[in-house]
């Protein structure tokens, strides 16, 4: 399926790189997330956009800064991670009147040394 | 107490067998509920809305209270590919959605 599409699928990287994870929805969604999951959790929803305008930031460290340049593309951008970082990357889009029909992309796999 | 309740199994049932799932939710104020299932290593996907009347997809039947806060999903004859991580989800406020952590099912031969 390529509706919502991540790379990179798996990145490990130090605490002290800055790396940049991307999100492309083939959908014509107008809405884009960004979620978190780690082991034995809930996702975690971290970021919502829509119409490319951030809606939502659910109280998430500085180290963590997503941009949205068109409504077809989400980023997010790390740096100083922590090893509790480690975690799966989950992007998700839906139409901006049905919010709650959300799709996700295969999720990146981060791994903080 | 977690917004989204679940049993986290594993849920160990032979093939054919009829499983059921139980969730409860916090947020009085929710007004619309999902069932997604995430195999190992995938994406969450929806696989069922969840109405007040209940609502069935083939072998697969919903139901919901809200008085008691309270989702359920049956899974009837299970199969072998029905084996995977069953996540109760809830609305929040906007675009929010809450997840359970999920409830792990293996459809054993």
């Known amino acids: 399926e390529t509706g919502v599409t991540q790379t990179p699928r798996h990145l490990v990287m130090g605490m002290t790189n800055k790396k940049s994870l991307k999100c492309e929805q083939h959908l014509g969604h107008n809405a884009m997330y960004w979620y978190k999951q780690s082991a034995k959790k809930p996702l975690e929803l971290m970021f919502v956009?829509?119409?490319?305008?951030?809606?939502e930031n659910n109280s998430v460290p500085s180290r963590f800064s997503p941009e949205c340049p068109n409504s077809s593309h989400l980023f997010l951008h790390l740096h100083t991670l922590q090893p509790e970082d480690s975690a799966l990357y989950l992007c998700a889009s839906s139409p901006s009147d049905s919010p709650y029909e959300q799709y996700f992309g295969p999720g990146t796999r981060l791994t903080v040394t | 107490r977690k917004e989204v309740e679940q049993d986290p199994g594993p849920f160990n049932v032979p093939e054919g067998a009829t499983v059921a799932f139980n969730c409860t939710y916090s947020n009085s104020a929710s007004q619309s509920f999902f069932w997604y299932r995430q195999d190992c290593r995938k994406e969450p996907k929806l696989l069922m809305s969840v109405y007040s009347s209940g609502n069935e997809d083939g072998r697969f039947t919903a139901q919901l209270n809200r008085a008691s806060q309270y989702i359920s999903l049956l899974i009837r004859d299970s199969k072998l590919s029905d084996s995977a991580t069953y996540l109760c989800?809830?609305?929040?406020?906007?675009?929010?959605?809450?997840f359970g952590t999920g409830t792990q099912l293996k459809v054993e031969l």
């Open positions: 956009y829509s119409l490319e305008e951030r809606v």
């Open positions: 989800v809830v609305t929040g406020g906007g675009n929010k959605l809450t």
